[in-house]
């Protein structure tokens, strides 16, 4: 198992590029089951999570491939449609194979999906979305068994905003019949990336990006080439590295309005930005204040960037409360920080961070999940002397080398094996 030694206080300073979304890709990826034929894609991140993506599609008898920059899925006429434990424990995502399969083949079972440990995350929108659309469903022994002859298109109310749910019942709904209308759906950037892919595949979809997507079924979809995304969260890491540091970054490659709601309370915090068209610069400061933020679906704060954000504030002068409105339990990183001299108080859903400027030291602490893992090294750029990161395999899943593009910045960062 590899782990991450990082040695504080070093200044970063340069420029650096984003690689494509993980929470773009993902989907994407898995839309392709909806069209048989060779789909090509520019700017899939190398990361764990693709593997596994790329795993479960070869177990559904898709072939996937790297041809340099390019990632290629060719999917067969008549592919498996079982998603096995095995696979679909390592990513959560996985579940996003069952709107697809089951509305091109009218039958799926998928394995209830695991993912990071932050909070009980149910699939039951997921499933109350299919059944609106006419799909059977049973639970039994840790699957999802959907059957549908032909899903057909009706109006549905997400109770909650979910991105997962919103992407899932979004690809069904192309090959059902008539028209669906998604209400309450998630506006994340990422949906209207997936939205993109499938009308290039020939898709009716409309309203993607607000909260009600209406979608007109066609009877068939065709591959396609497509690039995706810049990555919005790994923008927004890299963004807080360098301010952290107190030194001049810029992140390019990247869409600015993605992170807005980031570069906006840091701007209240007292840093000052220089913000381009595909770029973010965020000058240098020696102090900043604390300010409070809470979480909630896009545009708002995302929950991706708070256990980041919270090292930011771990460090700021004053007290800050970050409320966490996303998932129930995403402060696992709260008492790993501490280890670092962070003075934080978690309840249940709010922190009160009391930043303590220049007094973070160096200790070995633990990832618990990919965002925590990322903060764990941003409160290491800054701890004097050494942190080592253990159970880096989290950051892997979501980060494309963030070592290297961090000691490109200046920082002292290398992976040790263990
Ligand atoms: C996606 C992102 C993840 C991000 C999250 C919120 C991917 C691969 N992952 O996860 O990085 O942190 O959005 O921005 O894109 N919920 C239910 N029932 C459901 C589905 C969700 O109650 O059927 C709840 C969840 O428990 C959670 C909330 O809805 O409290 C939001 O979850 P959701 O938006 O679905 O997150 P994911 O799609 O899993």
């Known amino acids: 198992m590899d782990r991450m030694v990082v040695v504080g206080g070093h200044q970063l300073n340069g420029t ?12 994407i990826l898995f839309a392709t089951l909806l069209a048989e034929g060779e789909h090509v894609f520019k700017n899939v991140p190398r990361l764990k999570d693709i593997d596994s993506t790329a795993e479960l599609l070869e177990s559904l008898g898709c072939k996937t491939q790297w041809d340099s920059d390019y990632f290629r899925v060719k999917v067969g006429k008549a592919p498996s449609l079982e998603a096995h434990y095995d696979i679909v424990r390592k990513m959560r995502a996985s579940i996003l194979c069952l709107g697809p399969l089951l509305a091109k083949y009218g039958e799926a079972v998928v394995s209830m999906p695991g993912g990071c440990a932050i909070g009980t995350r149910p699939i039951d929108l997921h499933l109350d979305g299919m059944r609106a659309l006419g799909a059977e469903i049973e639970l039994q022994e840790g699957y999802v068994k959907a059957k549908a002859k032909k899903l057909k298109g009706a109006t549905f109310v997400f109770e909650t905003t979910t991105v997962g749910g919103t992407e899932n019942l979004l690809m069904a709904a192309c090959l059902a019949e008539g028209t669906t209308i998604l209400e309450n759906a998630a506006k994340e950037p990422e949906i209207v990336d997936l939205a993109n892919y499938l009308i290039a595949m020939g898709a009716k979809i ?15 979809l065709f591959p396609s080439e497509y690039k995706i995304m810049p990555d919005r969260i790994e923008a927004g890491t890299l963004v807080i590295a360098g301010a952290i540091t107190g030194g001049e970054v810029t992140v390019n490659q990247m869409v600015p309005e993605h992170i807005e709601s980031l570069t906006h309370k840091m701007m209240d915090a007292g840093f000052k930005f220089q913000i381009g068209k595909d770029s973010v610069t965020v000058f240098k400061n020696q102090g900043w204040k604390a300010v409070d933020m809470t979480t909630n679906p896009y545009p708002l704060f995302p929950t991706d960037l708070q256990a980041q954000y919270m090292a930011l504030m771990a460090v700021s002068q004053g007290t800050s409360v970050i409320t966490e409105t996303v998932f129930e339990n995403r402060f696992m990183h709260v008492q ?20 303590r400027p ?9 990832a618990t999940d990919l ?17 080592l990161v253990s159970r880096i395999y989290h950051l892997d899943r979501g980060y494309e080398k963030l070592e290297n593009k961090l000691s490109a910045l200046g920082a002292h960062v290398r992976r040790v094996s263990e």
């Open 16 to 27: 650096v590029s984003t690689s494509g979304a993980k929470n773009a890709a993902l989907p």
């Open 206 to 220: 409309s309203g993607h990006g607000t909260s009600v997507i209406r979608i007109e079924g066609v009877e068939r």
């Open 336 to 355: 790993e920080l501490m280890r670092l001299g962070a003075d934080i108080t978690p309840k249940t859903r709010v922190a009160v961070v009391r930043g």
């Open 358 to 366: 220049g007094m973070l030291k160096g200790a070995p602490v633990m």
């Open 371 to 387: 965002r925590a893992s990322a903060s764990l090294v941003l409160a290491g750029l800054v701890a004097s002397g050494e942190t």
